[in-house]
């Protein structure tokens, strides 16, 4: 039974499964799921476009000149964000780009592994795009330890802000959720 101060709930797809999710819908509840599409007549759902936000990352990259990108996401939020994985795909599909993709898992030393096998198969400048800016502490200590300057080196780009990609600059690419789901 739905709690009378209460007009909705919004819950997190990272959080509940879609059972949970259609248990709360058949209990009366008003139920919006943001990036993730259920088909329940009592699920309302809002979904980012993660792969256009991809394409025009990828566009943006490339008319800035890079030719070497990586981006960088946690493994566990791998399959909500597959589709920017798709849109970069789709935007640097061109000859002489070269594009890699990362779902990280939480293992000591596999980021700083990867950046470095990254940094040794090819000279110039890269281009990091990384999921949010939670990977921002970790991705600057490997940098620093492997000697890399940001933005000399490296360039970074996140899709969201927070104080950390703020408080460094980086480049942001921002989603409005709340303005998606009116």
Do not use: M
């Amino acid at each position: 039974q739905q709690d009378p101060h209460t007009a909705s709930l919004w819950l997190s797809p990272e959080r509940l499964e879609i059972e949970a999710l259609t248990a709360l819908a058949d209990g009366d509840c008003t139920v919006v799921a943001l990036n993730r599409r259920v088909e329940h007549p009592g699920v309302y759902w809002a979904c980012s476009d993660h792969e256009g936000a991809g394409v025009q990352v990828g566009t943006h990259l490339l008319d800035l000149g890079h030719r070497r990108v990586l981006y960088l996401c946690p493994a566990h939020e791998r399959s909500l964000f597959l589709p920017r994985d798709v849109g970069l795909r789709r935007a640097l599909a061109r000859p002489g780009v070269e594009y890699r993709s990362a779902f990280l898992k939480p293992a000591a030393g596999g980021l700083e592994r990867l950046l470095f096998s990254t940094f040794a198969a090819a000279a110039g400048p890269l281009a990091l795009l990384i999921h949010n800016g939670a990977l921002l502490p970790a991705l600057c200590a490997c940098l620093e330890k492997l000697g890399r300057l940001f933005p000399d080196d490296v360039s970074l780009v996140s899709f969201g802000s927070d104080s950390e990609t703020e408080r460094l600059a980086v480049t942001s690419v921002r989603q409005q959720a709340q303005v998606l789901g009116r």
